[in-house]
């Protein structure tokens, strides 16, 4: 079945620094991608949707400077979380479409990134 | 705008059934989805229905689609310890490429 990977699984980081998230479509490609945020014990949040070959399209309240998105190929959307707080912990999940067909029924999440900023 | 409504707790005892429940708002969904959450671990899809379909079972998971109503809800025969973890109704247009709508989630705790 379709695989999607998630790099790092786990990052800490200094307050300031900016950490970088990838999110991997393994046997399939995407050309569109998902970046959720879930903060402990809540729901999953749309932060943004990541295009292939074009700009990515921030949910209401996301500010597109700090989380900056990047889909590189059909197989990698990247999420760099620039100058980190500690008020952005929080776990980060993407997913992917799958394709029309037999994959398109459903999305694929990545196992999800937890993020601790001290 | 799009929401999707679930109860916040379950309680239930080994062995007996569980049922989740969740109701949604965009009746141009085509496709609802169950996803199991492990504590600090990813999503998992368990089952999901196409919205023209009003149940699907799938061993110890029975799905119902009330589409008049938009209720949805999961039945897991059999509870086990295992099964304890927090469930996400979720709504969708595949073929629309968009994002999932999720629920709150429903943490389901399982006694023995």
């Known amino acids: 079945g379709a695989v999607v990977s998630q790099h790092p699984s786990r990052v800490i980081c200094k307050s300031g620094t900016s950490v970088k998230i990838e999110c991997r479509s393994l046997d399939f490609q995407a050309t569109t991608m998902f970046w959720y945020r879930q903060f402990p014990k809540q729901s999953l949040m749309l932060m943004a949707t990541s295009n292939e070959g074009s700009k990515a399209t921030y949910e209401q309240g996301v500010e597109k400077d700090k989380f900056l998105i990047n889909h590189a190929s059909l197989t990698l959307s990247t999420l760099t979380v620039t100058s980190a707080h500690p008020e952005d912990s929080s776990f980060y999940i993407c997913s992917a479409p799958g394709l029309a067909g037999g994959l398109g029924d459903t999305q694929y999440f990545g196992p999800g990134t937890r993020l601790t900023v001290l | 705008g799009e929401d999707v409504e679930q109860s916040l707790f379950l309680s239930v005892r080994e062995g007996d059934s569980s049922v989740i429940n969740c109701t949604y708002t965009?009746?141009?969904?085509?496709?609802l989805y169950w996803y199991k959450q492990e504590p600090g671990a990813g999503l998992q899809l368990l089952t999901y229905?196409?919205?023209?379909?009003d149940m699907k079972q799938d061993q110890r998971l029975t799905v119902l689609l009330n589409k008049k109503d938009k209720h949805l809800s999961l039945r897991i025969a059999d509870t086990q310890t295992g099964d304890s973890a927090i469930y996400f109704c979720a709504e969708g247009k595949p073929q629309a490429g968009t994002a999932l709508i999720f629920g709150k989630g429903t943490t389901l705790s399982v006694s023995s």
């Open positions: 229905i196409f919205s023209n379909m």
């Open positions: 965009d009746s141009s969904s085509t496709y």
